[in-house]
């Protein structure tokens, strides 16, 4: 009893147009849901739900950020049940943050050379999920995946500005998060 | 930090400036420390996240799993209409439909109603060898996947008929499989592994299609679930088999459990009414 697999114009188009962009789907889910388990599911989930609206796909048309808002659908209805205010930023924490945060530390170069070499990717995974999610998608598709502001920007459905904003606060947020690792592993003391 | 080239710092660093005002804002920062300080952080933090963090591949086994699912899903109905139209196509059609009738006519097998060839349709035993086709690799599971509703999603709009995938006590769902049993007669298969890692097979099809042309089975069996909607058979082997019936999916479970333990797995409201 086997099954008869008939390919056809669907799948072979779905399988040029699509699954190319299986990889850098994946990394993103990885870095959101910072689950392997959890990533494997949602990235099967998206790519189904791609295919069965394989025919809404408007031809032409960025297939990349196409998938992204599927894969962004499931992951909000999936994960996003247990937060409080899902998708909102809070703002005030962030700010709370901000000023607690010693700007006057040494000079960048060195704090860079001192804190980053020293640094796991375990450290830098566990700092970036430890982001709010908005800063955290767009960093992670800005510097992890490389994408343009534009596609950013049309994927998390905001304006440019807002998208750079994000960026701008998600490094700071990123780089303090850092620091504060290596200061409390001894690579960085307070003086 | 209150400079006018803030806002910039961060296209700037990204390269996304055009080339004048990237220029500008260079020689702006090489003025303005504090403009020079962010624009070498966030530079500092975005080439270590870029170098320092890997890029996974999506690993082998799930990329075939897709791949399967992808390739299993059945032709879609528009290639048939956009082959109904081609101009050759309709009197082709009709010689196969001809010729078809003549054969069946003449060549028509003579067994007697009512005998079944042993084995071939029967589900009792096509349930038994899938099972075992699962536990020796040849069939794998086409979704893989602790997550239900992912399983149902696979099957959704496939079968035409409702496919459970029920919560079974002390059970992991392991993934689905889709096929037929013969064209336009879909099966479902659903997979799961209890806590000694004993497989639990689920065989479903459309009560609908349950005759003598496609699946079958015996009048013992059926006229059980006719009357009690359930019935059960341990073979020598200590295998047991679980038939029952939910609306119009016929569910057959198989494992290496006497009677009583599989059926206190299945006993959830879902799956035996």
Request: glycine share 4%.
């Amino acid at each position: 009893m086997t099954a008869l697999f008939k390919t056809s114009a669907k799948q072979h188009e779905f399988n040029r147009e699509a699954i190319p962009h299986m990889d850098i789907l994946y990394n993103y889910a990885l870095r959101m849901t910072n689950n392997k388990e959890d990533a494997s599911d949602l990235l099967q989930d998206t790519f189904l739900k791609a295919f069965r609206f394989w025919d809404k796909y408007e031809k032409g048309t960025n297939i990349r950020a196409w998938l992204f808002r599927i894969m962004k659908n499931s992951y909000i209805n999936r994960y996003r049940k247990e937060v409080k205010e899902p998708g909102k930023v809070a703002y005030d924490e962030v700010k709370e943050f901000y000023n607690t945060v010693r700007d006057e530390a040494s000079e960048a170069n060195d704090l860079q050379e001192t804190v980053f070499k020293n640094l796991f990717e375990d450290d830098v995974a566990k700092a970036i999920a430890e982001l709010p999610e908005d800063f955290r998608t767009v960093v992670i598709l800005c510097d992890l995946e490389g994408l343009p502001y534009e596609e950013i920007a049309e994927f998390v459905e905001c304006p440019l500005g807002t998208v750079r904003s994000r960026l701008h606060r998600g490094r700071k947020l990123l780089r303090e998060k850092l620091t504060d690792y290596a200061r409390r592993r001894g690579y960085v003391t307070n003086d | 930090m209150e400079c006018k080239f803030e806002e910039q710092i961060c296209a700037a660093v990204d390269r996304c400036l055009p080339e004048t005002e990237m220029a500008s804002f260079l020689e702006h920062a090489q003025q303005c420390p504090p403009c020079r300080r962010e624009f070498e952080m966030q530079g500092a933090v975005k080439s270590f996240i870029a170098k320092g963090m890997h890029r996974l591949a999506v690993p082998e086994d799930l990329r075939d799993c897709l791949h399967r699912q992808v390739l299993s899903s059945p032709p879609p109905s528009v290639f048939f209409g956009e082959l109904f139209r081609r101009q050759f196509f309709r009197p082709a059609l009709a010689l196969g439909i001809i010729a078809l009738v003549v054969i069946f006519y003449y060549v028509r097998p003579t067994s007697e109603p009512g005998i079944k060839q042993a084995g071939i349709g029967n589900i009792i035993e096509q349930s038994l060898a899938n099972y075992f086709a699962v536990m020796n690799g040849t069939i794998e599971p086409q979704v893989k996947t602790s997550e239900a509703q992912i399983v149902k999603n696979f099957f959704e709009g496939k079968t035409g008929f409702e496919v459970l995938v029920p919560q079974i006590r002390e059970c992991t769902l392991v993934g689905g499989v889709l096929n037929e049993a013969s064209p336009g007669v879909p099966l479902a298969h659903v997979v799961y592994t209890d806590q000694d890692n004993r497989l639990l097979y689920l065989y479903q099809a459309c009560w609908d299609n349950i005759d003598a042309k496609h699946l079958y089975l015996p009048d013992s069996v059926r006229s059980s679930l006719v009357r009690t909607k359930w019935y059960t058979e341990t073979r020598a082997d200590g295998h047991t088999i679980v038939l029952w019936l939910h609306g119009r999916t016929l569910c057959a479970a198989v494992a290496h459990m006497d009677k009583e333990e599989l059926l206190a797995c299945l006993q959830s409201d879902e799956t035996l009414q």
